[in-house]
């Protein structure tokens, strides 16, 4: 038998091989595994634990602020971006007459702190327009 027809063979078989493989696969094939779910608890006043993929961490007061904080940053460069308008009828964790801070940071910009109770101390960068803006909505009736 010349060697074209041993390479032919070879090949079918190696054909043959990897489509029974393939069926058997698919006989066999185990349904798509779930990503793990994020699971959040609070047992004490002061606490809040975490559960991933069967991984649970507790967080007290100071862990939370510095993961809100950094899921802030990290949120945003993220895509798609937050919503520019508000959903109607959605529910805010609203904090009553916070607390106000402000700076001047440069060409004529104020950093404008807002306090929230669940948030901590929430910073905006706004422009003297801005400043307008927000005393115009603030005025109104």
Not at 9 to 32: G, I, W, Y
Request: aromatic share 2%.
């Amino acid at each position: 038998m010349d060697i074209q027809k041993q390479l032919d063979q070879l090949a079918q078989r190696v054909n043959s091989l990897s489509v029974d493989a393939a069926a058997e696969a698919v006989r066999t094939e185990a349904p798509a595994a779930q990503p793990p779910r994020l699971q959040i608890a609070r047992p004490a006043q002061n606490v809040i634990t975490m559960t991933i993929a069967g991984q649970t961490v507790s967080l007290g007061p100071h862990d939370i602020s510095e993961m809100i904080d950094q899921l802030a940053q990290a949120r945003t460069t993220m895509l798609p971006e937050v919503p520019m308008s508000v959903a109607p009828g959605k529910p805010f964790a609203a904090t009553k007459d916070p607390l106000i801070a402000s700076q001047t940071v440069g060409n004529g910009e104020k950093l404008l702190v807002l306090r929230h109770s669940g948030y901590g101390w929430v910073p905006f960068s706004c422009s003297p327009r801005m400043l307008v803006d927000l005393l115009a909505v603030l005025s109104r009736k």
